[in-house]
């Protein structure tokens, strides 16, 4: 059995950069000439061929959060190679990114494209617009959204492949049976207690989401 000490703990934390390049090393010159503050027509292709963005923001208190953006192919407007609009579809309504985005403007993107295991990473700052012109062309289903993302990006580059070769993320063979993971109703019974009715919450929701309600 380990056993562990609050002070072996506290002795062991990395506080500085330098003591983390003792550790890490530097990057390699090559790594860091990658980085841009605009995109090319390289990088482009990233954002026009994803059909999903991880969404990160944070309040001005430091409190972070990692949203999830999907939508068909290219949903993520490319302005101009400095400028993204992000439509902002229907949602749980708690608004999490959009207040953090009020709060403090920073953000940082992850874009993916199924199959392919380089993702593109863009760090930059986020306003809300409602500008009914802006967002008519990213109407899907005849229905543009009310909200939408702008994004000045500050920088843009590419991921290289490791995280998805080593998790197999692309891999159907390592998919998981959905049917042996809890569903949204499970995770409000456990939550809320035994008197949750988890089976009927997945039926209404698997009803709503097979007629599509609240997608657009």
């Given at each position: 059995m380990i056993t562990t000490?609050?002070?072996r703990l506290t002795s062991l934390v990395?506080?500085?950069?330098a003591q983390l390049r003792a550790v890490i090393?530097?990057?390699?010159?090559?790594?860091?000439?990658?980085?841009?503050?605009?995109?090319?027509?390289?990088?482009?292709?990233?954002?026009?061929?994803?059909?999903?963005?991880?969404?990160?923001?944070?309040?001005?208190?430091g409190n972070c959060d990692?949203?999830?953006?999907?939508?068909?192919?290219?949903?993520?407007?490319?302005?101009?190679?400095?400028?993204?609009l992000i439509p902002e579809r229907p949602g749980n309504r708690l608004a999490d990114s959009?207040?953090?985005?009020?709060?403090?403007?920073?953000?940082?993107?992850?874009f993916a494209v199924p199959g392919v295991t380089?993702?593109?990473?863009v760090n930059g700052r986020a306003t809300v617009t409602v500008d009914a012109e802006l967002l008519a062309p990213c109407a899907v289903e005849n229905k543009p959204p009310v909200l939408g993302i702008l994004v000045d990006i500050d920088e843009a580059y590419t991921q290289c492949s490791k995280a998805l070769l080593r998790s197999r993320l692309w891999d159907p063979?390592?998919?998981?049976?959905?049917?042996?993971?809890?569903?949204?109703?499970?995770?409000?019974?456990?939550?809320?207690?035994?008197?949750?009715?988890?089976?009927?919450?997945d039926s209404e929701r698997a009803e709503?989401?097979?007629?599509r309600v609240g997608f657009y």
């Amino acid at each position: 059995m380990i056993t562990t000490s609050a002070h072996r703990l506290t002795s062991l934390v990395i506080k500085t950069e330098a003591q983390l390049r003792a550790v890490i090393g530097d990057p390699a010159e090559l790594t860091c000439a990658k980085i841009s503050d605009r995109l090319n027509s390289m990088t482009r292709l990233f954002i026009e061929r994803s059909p999903f963005v991880c969404f990160a923001t944070s309040d001005r208190a430091g409190n972070c959060d990692l949203s999830p953006r999907g939508d068909p192919a290219g949903f993520v407007r490319i302005l101009d190679d400095r400028t993204l609009l992000i439509p902002e579809r229907p949602g749980n309504r708690l608004a999490d990114s959009l207040r953090n985005v009020l709060a403090n403007p920073h953000i940082g993107l992850l874009f993916a494209v199924p199959g392919v295991t380089d993702t593109l990473r863009v760090n930059g700052r986020a306003t809300v617009t409602v500008d009914a012109e802006l967002l008519a062309p990213c109407a899907v289903e005849n229905k543009p959204p009310v909200l939408g993302i702008l994004v000045d990006i500050d920088e843009a580059y590419t991921q290289c492949s490791k995280a998805l070769l080593r998790s197999r993320l692309w891999d159907p063979q390592r998919f998981v049976d959905p049917a042996t993971m809890p569903t949204g109703g499970q995770v409000h019974r456990a939550i809320q207690g035994e008197h949750f009715d988890a089976e009927q919450y997945d039926s209404e929701r698997a009803e709503r989401y097979r007629r599509r309600v609240g997608f657009y």
